[in-house]
């Protein structure tokens, strides 16, 4: 089917009477619409110079957890500068533990995981203790600087997660479509064309295959061809559902999508927006 025929059946399809969709923008911003709160989506293919879309991209949205790639990121370039960081015991802190850890359910104050497992843990489980802890090692001025130096101009760090404040002060953790997208695509860069982006290639492979094996995956995920490879991250808080892919990475056509959300009162409809934004873009722009 020709992608001007699926979007403008897809538009149809969800909104009746409504004018047929001339582009992905339009299609994305119909479903968008059907939505209880505010959507931006941003997905660009590889060595694209041009976005295919840009959605509300350059808004600030609550980042919630798929800020971990940021942190992630952080992580691996300290390891480059440091040998062996990856493999150091870090001692939990009684501060740093919260709800939200499937890795390290049981833990305590004290007990020792290495660097490297507890990345692991925060991006495949999205474990928020595994979160915190590297946030401690790494300090928040180190994150923030990793953002800036990326020109993620809309991304900060500035709370632990589920810390003592964070049911109030999730929003102070940003980031925008475009710059969750942009650090995604540097990523898939390094590690498809073997040159040093954010980092060098072989750590922009680690971080792409420990996304890949990242367990939510009932937002974009759901809304792509069964079987297609995807590297992920979700993210959660109250009003927002979250989610940004690496799609077919290493693949022949690669693309990053990203769709974030606020301000929903149904969390159902916001699912559902993700799912079918997924689908309408791997319709336009996904093959292979």
Do not use: W
């Not at 009477?17 to 939505?35: F, M, Q, Y």
């Not at 995981?113 to 928040?140: C, E, H, P, Q, W």
């Not at 860069?189 to 290639?201: F, L, N, Q």
Request: some cysteine; overall charge positive; hydrophobic content about 45%.
């Amino acid at each position: 089917m020709k992608r001007s025929a699926f979007i403008a059946g897809a538009a149809a399809a969800s909104v009746p009477l409504a004018a047929p969709a001339k582009s992905l923008h339009d299609a994305v911003r119909i479903i968008a619409a059907t939505a209880s709160g505010f959507v931006g989506a941003y997905a660009r293919r590889l060595g694209s110079a041009t976005p295919s879309l840009s959605y509300n991209s350059e808004i600030r949205f609550p980042a919630a957890s798929v800020i971990k790639v940021l942190i992630l990121l952080s992580l691996y370039q300290a390891a480059e500068r440091r040998p062996g960081l990856l493999d150091r015991r870090l001692y939990l802190r009684a501060g740093d533990m919260v709800g939200g850890t499937p890795f390290l359910d049981g833990a305590h104050p004290g007990s020792a995981y290495t660097a490297r497992y507890l990345a692991k843990a925060m991006i495949v489980a999205s474990d928020n203790t595994a979160a915190n802890a590297l946030i401690t090692l790494l300090g928040f001025d180190r994150i923030n600087v990793t953002a800036r130096r990326a020109h993620l101009r809309h991304t900060q760090l500035k709370r632990h997660f589920l810390d003592f404040n964070a049911v109030v002060h999730h929003s102070e953790n940003l980031t925008s479509p475009h710059d969750i997208g942009a650090l995604l695509y540097k990523i898939e860069a390094g590690a498809h064309e073997g040159i040093r982006t954010v980092a060098s290639p072989r750590s922009c492979r680690a971080m792409i295959d420990l996304m890949s094996h990242q367990e939510d995956r009932d937002k974009i995920v759901r809304g792509l061809p069964k079987g297609t490879p995807v590297a992920n991250k979700t993210g959660e808080v109250d009003f927002v559902r979250n989610d940004v892919a690496i799609v077919n990475p290493y693949g022949d056509a690669p693309y990053v999508l990203t769709v974030l959300t606020k301000g929903l009162t149904n969390y159902g409809d916001g699912l559902s927006a993700i799912r079918r934004i997924a689908k309408t873009v791997h319709a336009a722009i996904g093959r292979g």
